[in-house]
Nanobody
Framework: VQLQASGGGLVEAGGSLRLSCTVS????????MGWYRQDPGKQRELVAM???????KYGDSVKGRFTISRDNAKNSVDLQMNNLQPEDTAVYHC??????????????WGQGTQVTVSS
């Protein structure tokens, strides 16, 4: 099972970016899909998460600015990030958990995509 993320980059404060992540491989079903971020010297932080039933959770620092969406048919999850601020600068990782292969449970991380917001 692999998670392929895309969409990071450099943007000025107040700008927008959209991250996308697709899960591929021997996935049978996916539970939660989401995004975390980590800046060097800081703890990993939950950005947003969406369950298989559509329940959504956002980190406090991104509420009202970021929107997570999920396409179950494509095993993909997107993160629309608006009004980006310098403190949003980090490596963003997508994550997912679920059943794969012969009904084994797994938790997976994407390789990370850099988001840099200039002031």
């Amino acid at each position: 099972v692999q998670l392929q993320a895309s969409g990071g980059g450099l943007v000025e404060a107040g700008g927008s970016l959209r991250l996308s992540c697709t899960v591929s491989g021997s996935v049978l079903s996916l539970n939660d899909m989401g995004w975390y971020r980590q800046d060097p010297g800081k703890q990993r932080e939950l950005v947003a998460m969406v369950s298989s039933r559509g329940e959504i959770k956002y980190g406090d620092s991104v509420k009202g600015r970021f929107t997570i969406s999920r396409d179950n048919a494509k095993n993909s999850v997107d993160l629309q990030m608006n009004n980006l601020q310098p403190e949003d600068t980090a490596v963003y990782h997508c994550s997912a958990d679920g059943d794969y292969s012969d009904s084994q449970y797994g938790f997976w991380w994407g390789q990370g995509t850099q988001v840099t917001v200039s002031s």
